[in-house]
């Protein structure tokens, strides 16, 4: 029935129709770019919902996004963009590849939030790159940049907002930009406890893929109180 | 006779006089953090050379800098400056540390050229920093950091106008900056084959201190090759 279009580490995209793709989650986690992997059950219903949760926050702030429709229980069915092939990181406090670099400066606050951008390239492990070089060496238009940049802090402030009234801290997110067949840009992939770093405030536990990669507690236990923080309610 | 409030890798710096300090070349050669280091006989003279001609150059542009004036055959008399504990520096093609870290970029065109920020943190290795965190973690101001990268972009649109015209390419350089007691920022330290790479337009022969980083020929030969071709006649 369904025609598969990219199988990911985290999700599978199938063709859904005329501009239309599902995003279907798998009840795999992995990390440390593939090398740990492991069979979750319940965490691709749990992410599709979450995703859910936040796209349609973003979209009522009026941030132009790809999502259409949760399908439950684990699929978005999503606008089908060309993707920029870039991670877009903001940060509001010093944690994962920020902490290994400045390793006395971890979970430090950052004001205002730090923008980073990686090359999407498997092979070269995610690098780093500046925005000096993406525009000298790698051929991104300036402007584009800026738009990027600018778009990825205002999902940070709304998600941050959000998140931070429910009794959490958002640490800081991954995003991933699209272009639509009109060539305006609109936020593509997910927004999850897999893509972003979520403590509980009061405690700083960890509610998000931290528990796996560092081995910081049952993953799905985390992602159901958050859940749970958020008002998803129960599963 | 003179009192010695630094001693650096490359040089020692003494006390002058009021508000003036005298720094000294030190006929040794070091790379990798210290790790790698040898003793070459006439490299502080040449050094210093170097210095005079270029930071007589960038003053003549209305540059400011610390130079005051040659004192042959091994010192500059410079002011006095309470540093910025930050490297600059400036790419125009794809080399050293940028190019370990993107292999198939290697010797690439870098148009506009590329600004980057290294911590001065010889413990650290002198990590590199991006401008969001300079100002988000480590308390920079932005608009100071904006005057630093228009500097530094100054002085590599100069020097490598300079140097073009004589057959050389400016690869990339590494600047440093400090405040005078009027609080204006001036360039510091050294410009100099340790600093900067440069190389020959038609062969593309290293004429700088990858000779010695990473044995491309004796360290002298190419100086001096450079001291000829930047006019500085014989030693």
């Known amino acids: 029935m369904q025609d598969l279009l990219y199988e990911g580490k985290a999700k599978k995209i199938y063709r859904e129709g005329e501009g239309l793709v599902r995003q279907r989650f798998k009840d795999i986690a992995t990390a440390f770019n593939g090398e740990k992997k492991a069979t979750v059950v319940g965490k691709a219903a749990l992410n599709a919902r979450f995703c859910a949760l936040f796209f349609e926050l973003l979209e009522k702030e009026a941030l132009p ?13 999503t606008l089908e963009l060309k993707m920029i092939p870039l991670e877009v990181v903001v940060r509001n406090r010093v944690a994962g590849s920020l902490s290994k670099r400045f390793p006395a400066e971890d979970k430090k606050s950052l004001e205002p939030p730090v923008v980073e951008y990686f090359l999407k390239n498997d092979a070269q492990n995610d690098p780093k790159v500046e925005e000096d070089l993406l525009v000298s060496l790698f051929h991104y238009d300036k402007k584009e940049l800026l738009e990027l940049r600018s ?44 893509t972003c770093r979520f403590w509980d405030v009061e405690t700083g536990e960890s509610l998000d893929k931290d528990r796996f990669r560092f081995e910081k507690g049952d993953l799905i236990e985390g992602y159901q109180k958050l859940a749970t923080r958020l008002g998803l309610g129960g599963s």
């Open 151 to 194: 778009f990825a802090l205002k999902v940070n402030e709304i998600l941050g907002f959000f998140v931070q009234t429910k009794g959490v801290d958002l640490i800081d997110l991954k995003l991933e930009f699209g272009r639509s067949p009109d060539g305006s840009i609109l936020l593509g992939d997910e927004i999850s406890p897999d």
């Open 65 to 77: 996004t790809h999502f259409v429709s949760f399908d439950p229980p684990d699929s978005l069915i």
